[in-house]
């Protein structure tokens, strides 16, 4: 079975090469200019590189040895910040009022690990801090001392709206509004990514800000603004109705996938797997909410969510739940790409197919899903 999991790589590999790599060196109507080529998500976007999609993409361009495809996407990355002061959620014009979550600092640190050029890194540290600051100021501050999505600027859509767009989960039961809610997922990012900055900042100078970790160590304690003792498994805090979101979503699992809990805890929030398994691996919410045009809510499960988690169970060592949920997840991948030729944005893990049950269309998403497809493989051992 491994050996059919790693036989369709390499026909990924060859399809992104030849659908999915863009250049854009110059702003046009719908685009700003970057300065080397990039891999867009798939068909189902527009010709743009998207921040938080190029993450998951990455892992399976480097997973693939496309390493020079990754370091470039990262560069644009980069090269956005420095325009516009944050990572835009795409170099889409339209979607330059807002960022997506923050897993900058993981792309230089995955170029690095793969390149080994601490040259590189050095040039790329400064932005990285600065791209920290942006998150953790104005306005993502709340009195928590936790951090909300917020737009960085106004927009066609209502704030609300981009700040959900901020947040990945788009029309999804999690928020009513995400400026009210210290969000599970972007806070266990933050403390991982403070101190990520500093093991890199050791890595390439020999030493790093220690106020980084002192940063990194209070926001692990103020998580327990998110997590609900009774339940034993963390939620979205809203911080202005002083309550816990009732919506439970695999976003809880993101402690896991930072290494930010103790065992106790960690086996309390893997006991919560049952209420998000399904035929097809698991499910984004533990049940659909009412939100039945969401492609963010049960039965529907989108891939970042499925290697976070995956890979979170995996390093507290549940790998019994983590090879059994991946192998359903790999096997639907490839059922449906045999069945339609393509990898698709978001899988139905209730009947195993690319339908929404209430008739939203579904768009092929190749080098997004190929991405979490790849590292899946490896993380499982299944290469």
């Avoid at 990924?12 to 854009?24: A, G, N, P």
Wanted: negative net charge.
């Amino acid at each position: 079975m491994s050996q059919n999991f790693h036989a369709l790589i390499p026909e990924i590999k060859s399809r992104i090469k030849e659908e999915c790599v863009r250049e854009t060196p110059q702003d046009n109507e719908t685009l700003i200019g970057l300065p080397y080529p990039y891999v867009i998500s798939g068909k189902g976007k527009q010709e743009a590189l998207y921040y938080w999609d190029t993450y998951f993409i990455n892992l399976g361009l480097l997973r693939m040895r496309m390493i020079d495809y990754a370091r470039h996407n990262v560069e644009n990355l980069i090269f956005l910040l420095r325009k516009f002061g944050y990572v835009p959620a795409s170099n889409a014009r339209e979607m330059l009022t807002h960022s997506q979550p923050p897993f900058l600092p993981w792309m230089v640190r995955d170029i690095y690990r793969a390149t080994g050029e601490k040259e590189w890194l050095r040039r790329m540290l400064p932005d990285v801090v600065h791209e920290f600051k942006f998150w953790t100021s104005k306005p993502h501050t709340t009195p928590t001392g936790l951090y909300r999505y917020h737009p960085a600027k106004e927009g066609a859509a209502d704030p609300a709206t981009l700040a959900m767009a901020e947040s990945g989960w788009i029309d999804s039961p999690r928020f009513t509004d995400p400026r009210s809610f210290n969000a599970v997922d972007l806070n266990a990012l933050l403390s991982r990514n403070a101190r990520m900055i500093y093991d890199l900042q050791v890595e390439a100078e020999g030493r790093g800000d220690e106020l980084l970790l002192q940063k990194s160590a209070a926001m692990k304690k103020m998580m327990d603004f998110c997590w609900n003792e009774d339940e034993g498994f963390y939620f979205d805090n809203n911080f202005e109705e002083k309550k816990l979101s009732s919506v439970k979503s695999l976003a809880g699992f993101m402690p896991l996938f930072v290494e930010m809990v103790d065992e106790k805890r960690a086996q309390h929030i893997q006991s919560h797997l049952k209420a998000f398994t399904a035929p097809g691996g698991f499910t984004l919410t533990d049940q659909p909410y009412g939100k039945t045009i969401s492609v963010w809510n049960a039965p529907l499960i989108q891939a970042p969510y499925v290697y976070t988690t995956l890979k979170g169970l995996c390093d507290y060592d549940f790998m019994e739940d983590a090879a059994d949920i991946g192998t359903n997840w790999l096997t639907m991948v490839q059922e449906n790409y045999a069945a339609t030729g393509e990898l698709w944005a978001w899988y139905n893990a209730a009947d195993r197919s690319v339908r929404h049950p209430d008739g939203v269309d579904n768009s092929p998403m190749l080098s997004l899903t190929a991405g979490v497809y790849a590292e899946v493989v490896d993380c499982l051992g299944l290469d």
